[in-house]
């Protein structure tokens, strides 16, 4: 049993052998939950969660499946001539995913299409080589491979990340894009920060309604209160003061 993932109060593992498929955990009981995979599998990887739904990478044909909300598997293509999708990662609102024996990165563009990233990421020799496993790090989306055993980063458009915990209880969060920066403050305090290179586009503008508690991975799970968005950036200054006006709720 490999790479477990918690997904709407459940536990899921995958298995690396027959039957092919992944197990859900209740806190109860295991069961096996594989059983709607078509076409079957031998071995599935790691799953990620994207628009809400939890994900599955598989062997031998390198598919990807979603779970529906009736807990039945459903294809969702796979990148041409792999034969293992492998670590997957939701970054900056798309879902990317490792595979073998090529070790490229594909991302998902939607309609069962998989999009090569670059080229491959491992030169070293023998059969297989994996783009193995991926984390979100300073905004960007690494990936380390086999079986070379380097890392590599990939930077997609402007993202800034809070690379630790929150503290318990209450926090004042505050993003900013100034300029072609994106500034992110906790309790007041900027802890973060993104630039995008001179040569990127950098457009934010969209027709899309504005979903709030809602991201490209899952739904947000707690509360808010007092959201605000601003016409333009404000000061650092600015957002401390936003910060002390509700400073009694973090303390």
Same mark, same amino acid.
């Given at each position: 049993?490999?790479?477990?993932?918690?997904?709407?109060?459940?536990?899921?593992?995958?298995?690396?052998? &027959?039957?092919?498929?992944?197990?859900?955990?209740?806190?109860?009981?295991?069961? %096996?939950? &594989?059983?709607? !995979?078509?076409?079957?599998? *031998?071995? @599935?990887?790691?799953?990620?969660? #994207?628009? $809400?739904?939890?994900?599955? =990478?598989?062997?031998?044909?390198?598919?990807?499946?979603?779970?529906?909300?009736?807990?039945?598997?459903?294809?969702?293509?796979?990148?041409?001539?792999?034969?293992?999708?492998?670590?997957?990662?939701? %970054?900056?609102?798309?879902?990317?995913?490792?595979?073998?024996? *090529? +070790?490229?990165? #594909?991302? /998902?563009?939607?309609?069962?299409?998989?999009?090569?990233? $670059?080229?491959?990421?491992?030169?070293? $020799?023998?059969? /297989?080589?994996?783009?193995?496993?991926?984390?979100? %790090?300073?905004?960007?989306?690494?990936?380390?491979?086999?079986? =070379? $055993?380097?890392?590599? =980063?990939?930077?997609?458009?402007?993202?800034?990340?809070?690379?630790?915990?929150?503290?318990?209880?209450?926090?004042? !969060?505050?993003?900013?894009?100034? &300029?072609? *920066?994106?500034?992110?403050?906790? @309790?007041?305090?900027?802890?973060?920060?993104?630039?995008?290179?001179?040569?990127?586009?950098?457009?934010? *503008? =969209? @027709?899309?309604?504005?979903?709030?508690?809602?991201?490209?991975?899952?739904?947000?799970?707690? /509360?808010?209160?007092?959201?605000?968005?601003?016409?333009?950036?404000? +000061?650092?200054?600015?957002?401390?003061?936003?910060?002390?006006? @509700?400073?009694?709720?973090?303390?």
């Amino acid at each position: 049993m490999l790479n477990p993932a918690a997904f709407n109060g459940d536990l899921y593992m995958v298995s690396y052998d &027959g039957p092919g498929g992944p197990f859900r955990y209740n806190s109860a009981e295991w069961a %096996y939950v &594989g059983g709607t !995979l078509d076409p079957p599998i *031998s071995q @599935d990887y790691s799953f990620a969660v #994207y628009d $809400g739904r939890l994900h599955l =990478s598989t062997w031998p044909e390198a598919h990807v499946y979603r779970m529906e909300d009736s807990g039945a598997w459903r294809g969702v293509g796979r990148p041409a001539g792999e034969l293992e999708t492998m670590g997957m990662m939701v %970054y900056n609102g798309k879902l990317y995913v490792g595979t073998l024996p *090529s +070790s490229r990165v #594909y991302r /998902y563009d939607g309609e069962n299409r998989w999009t090569a990233v $670059g080229e491959p990421l491992d030169a070293a $020799g023998g059969k /297989y080589r994996r783009a193995w496993s991926m984390a979100l %790090y300073q905004g960007k989306l690494f990936c380390g491979t086999l079986p =070379s $055993g380097k890392v590599w =980063s990939l930077q997609a458009g402007g993202c800034v990340t809070y690379d630790h915990a929150l503290a318990p209880g209450w926090r004042h !969060l505050a993003a900013v894009r100034q &300029g072609r *920066s994106l500034l992110l403050y906790v @309790d007041g305090a900027q802890v973060a920060a993104g630039t995008l290179p001179d040569d990127s586009p950098f457009d934010v *503008s =969209s @027709d899309t309604p504005l979903q709030i508690g809602r991201g490209p991975g899952d739904y947000f799970n707690g /509360y808010m209160r007092n959201l605000q968005a601003h016409t333009r950036a404000l +000061s650092e200054a600015e957002i401390k003061q936003c910060y002390d006006k @509700d400073k009694r709720f973090t303390e």
